[in-house]
């Protein structure tokens, strides 16, 4: 028997709570970015990609608008599938959904979020820009709905993972994920997905650090959705964002540290924070192209083309199937 709405909500609420007490019980605190996405936090990252500071969105819209013939070239000329984890508001997808759209009218497109808002948004605005075009959107995890896809359809799968998402993990957690998508690809399948590349540290650290304070609002605001939705008691006042940015790891991190020695109070716990004590936000990683090709390679991955921006400060890569299963 397939769930209501109401019992979905339910037990999308009951994880985020358990997701939350379990980070901030934890040493170090933490919590997880994936989280950061309700109709507010969504619109605060719209306005990030705005801000002078974050290069990344602009890096990859020029892209996938100027070279959207050749990334449609790269996917070759047999229907298939596009799905696309964590599409935000498709602007940049768009241009190549277009052209795709131009070359198979029947074109399918699978937005996957957590975010409800995003999904319905999409279902909405995608179809009535480009007529005919099929739009499943599906809310979830990734992983997850990732596996409904074949339901749908027995196409093979082109699946876009862009905006630099996967610097939202660790090396290591990356390699992981990758194989996790990997198991749930065929042969002839196909893996888009973008990379910010190492560069100047300080336009790094600024792109985290907007003069508009919209990355602070952006991380404060998941405090203001634990304190709506799982009634929480947050002095957003209290935390004040900081982030940093390794040069020789690459690893751009971003924390809310807490300003005084401070009690929160989230069901039946008490969170205590020593003044000074960070809760860990997010990670944004950075690679040079060989640490890309490195980790394809022990992701069971094969570059088969790389899309650049004119200045080498992102790229697009396509991946397909390694033969050598031995990386597995």
């Known amino acids: 028997m397939m769930k209501t709405a109401t019992a979905l909500q339910q037990t999308a609420t009951q994880h985020f709570y358990e997701d939350v007490v379990k980070g901030l019980t934890g040493t170090p605190k933490y919590l997880q970015s994936k989280y950061f996405y309700d ?13 002078p500071e974050y290069y990344l969105t602009r890096c990859e819209l020029e892209i996938l608008s100027a070279q959207a013939v050749a990334i449609a070239d790269a996917l070759g ?18 241009y190549l959904l ?101 560069k100047q540290p300080q336009m790094i650290l600024d792109a985290y650090n907007d003069g508009q304070g919209v990355t602070r609002d952006f991380n404060l605001n998941l405090l203001t959705r634990i304190n709506r939705e799982l009634g929480a008691d ?18 751009c991190k ?19 924070f020593r003044k000074d004590e960070p809760i860990f936000m997010e990670i944004s990683q950075k690679y040079s192209v060989d640490e890309t090709r490195q980790l394809a390679a022990a992701a069971g991955f094969r570059p088969v083309q790389h899309f650049f921006d004119n200045k080498r400060w992102f790229t697009d890569v396509l991946w397909e199937l390694s033969q050598n299963h031995n990386a597995l």
């Open 39 to 51: 109709a507010a936090g969504d619109a605060l990252f719209q306005q990030i990609m705005h801000t």
């Open 77 to 94: 000329a047999t229907p298939f599938n596009l799905v696309e984890l964590g599409p935000g508001d498709a602007s940049k997808s768009f």
């Open 98 to 198: 277009k052209e795709l759209h131009r070359r198979h009218p029947e074109q399918a497109y699978f937005p996957i979020d957590i975010s409800e808002n995003i999904i319905t948004q999409l279902q909405h605005a995608l179809p009535a820009r480009l007529q005919g075009l099929q739009v499943q959107g599906l809310c979830g995890e990734y992983i997850d709905m990732l596996k409904t896809t074949a339901y749908f359809s027995p196409r093979r799968k082109v699946v876009m993972f862009m905006g630099a998402s996967i610097g939202n993990f660790t090396p290591e957690e990356a390699v992981k994920f990758c194989r996790r998508l990997r198991e749930q690809m065929n042969p002839g399948d196909l893996l888009l997905i973008g990379f910010d590349l190492r």
């Open 234 to 251: 947050f002095d957003i006042n209290q935390f004040h964002h900081f982030p940093t940015y390794d040069p020789l790891t690459g690893a």
């Open 254 to 272: 971003s924390y809310l540290v807490s300003n005084t020695a401070q009690e929160v109070l989230l069901g039946e716990h008490v969170i205590r």
